[in-house]
């Protein structure tokens, strides 16, 4: 049985879902197996998400969880380029231009896709 599942609450759909698709602005920007997306998320904008997902550990200040800043588009003028681009802290010129194939990610499982030019260089980074 397949059903679709829409939620923002990546915690939730890592309960329902054995595979998961972000989008962003109506454009899937990441696919991957639910544990693996979790593990190694590749794309700026998953790893905010994931990032906004609360913490029950005292310990750990709301301030170390990275916020997104920048303008949210509009979905029926979405900007050129890279859908995500106005609020990604990693954009360059080319994602203000050059919309982002959606493949395989470096370091993870065939299956698993990103729509980033830069995905590589920020699990690089991230390591």
């Known amino acids: 049985?397949?059903?679709?599942?829409?939620?923002?609450?990546?915690?939730?759909?890592?309960?329902?879902?054995?595979?998961v698709a972000v989008m962003y602005l109506g454009k899937v920007v990441e696919?991957?197996?639910?544990?693996e997306l979790h593990h190694k998320p590749l794309h700026p904008y998953t790893q905010a998400l994931l990032a906004s997902?609360?913490?029950p550990d005292p310990s750990r200040s709301v301030e170390d969880k990275p916020v997104l800043e920048g303008e949210v588009p509009s979905p029926r003028n979405p900007p050129p380029g890279c859908r995500f681009h106005t609020r990604c802290p990693f954009a360059q010129?080319?994602?203000?231009?050059?919309?982002?194939?959606l493949k395989p990610g470096p370091g993870v499982s065939p299956e698993h896709l990103v729509a980033c030019h830069y995905a590589g260089e920020l699990t690089a980074k991230s390591a």
């Open 1 to 19: 049985m397949a059903y679709v599942f829409i939620a923002h609450d990546l915690a939730v759909v890592k309960h329902v879902s054995d595979r």
């Open 53 to 55: 997902i609360p913490e």
């Open 93 to 101: 010129p080319k994602c203000r231009t050059d919309v982002p194939e």
């Open 31 to 35: 696919f991957a197996d639910s544990d």
